[in-house]
């Protein structure tokens, strides 16, 4: 409503400035005027240096994740040579590969979030969702398990030292703040970050033309 009177007040001061002039009177001109008034595009705030911070970050992640791949093969090594029997790294294999597959992954990402790529920010998004919800799941059972599990772990050692309640209560509640941690605030920051409208406006602007996972609904790429 406001727009309209706002451009009928445009036109109506043109027609009374020269009536007679042609091109005040001609259609495309005063469809011109009316583009030119329409209300501005809704802005956004520009989250380039969020997306930088968030892409380096993954990369370490993955450059975390690459240092485990040399870690598992010398605990494979030095398990061998403390129990005399040969290597078997064959064992390892899935390990890994899925540690090779995620820094690789994780590297990958970090750079597309650090040049605002748009497909970074739908995997980064999906990446995250499924990281929390795993988390999610992990600090539920842990926080059944944990005790049971500890409380058998102390009924099967020395009968001559009776668990300490105030040890394994300190040992249950720092391994789930660290799950807690990792698992949950960390994926959930990142979640929030990259399903913001900024950061999605911010990575269409600076990269308008249309991704792949544009087309594709989030739920629908994860699942596929």
């Known amino acids: 409503m406001v727009y ?4 009928a007040k445009v036109i109506g001061y043109l027609l009374w400035i020269n009536p007679s002039h042609p091109e005040y009177m001609d259609e495309q001109y005063l469809e011109a005027v009316m583009v030119d008034s329409s209300p501005p595009a809704p802005a956004y705030k520009d989250r380039s240096t969020g997306l ?27 398990s061998a040579k403390a ?5 078997n790294f064959s064992v390892l294999l899935p390990a890994v590969s899925l540690y090779g597959v995620l820094a690789l992954a994780l590297v990958g990402l970090g750079t ?4 605002a790529r748009r497909w970074a920010r739908a995997l980064l998004l999906i990446f ?22 500890l409380a058998n772990v102390a009924a099967t050692g020395s009968t001559g030292h009776p668990p300490m309640p105030g040890v394994m209560t300190t040992v249950i ?17 990142g979640a ?11 990575c269409e602007a600076r990269n308008p ?3 792949w996972t544009d087309g594709c609904p989030l739920p629908v790429l994860a699942c596929s």
């Open 4 to 7: 309209q009177t706002r451009t």
């Open 52 to 78: 930088i911070i968030f892409g380096v970050l993954t990369i370490l992640l993955g450059c975390v994740c690459a240092l485990f791949v040399p870690l598992v093969l010398f605990g494979q090594i030095m």
């Open 83 to 87: 129990t005399g029997t040969p290597s």
């Open 112 to 115: 597309g979030s650090i040049k």
């Open 128 to 149: 995250s969702w499924s990281w929390l919800v795993m988390g999610i799941v992990m600090l539920i059972a842990m926080a059944f398990l944990m005790p049971k599990m």
């Open 173 to 189: 509640i720092v391994m789930l703040a660290f799950f807690g941690v990792f698992f949950v605030i960390v994926p959930g920051i």
């Open 192 to 202: 929030s970050f990259y399903g913001s409208r900024h950061v999605k406006a911010t």
């Open 209 to 211: 033309a249309v991704c």
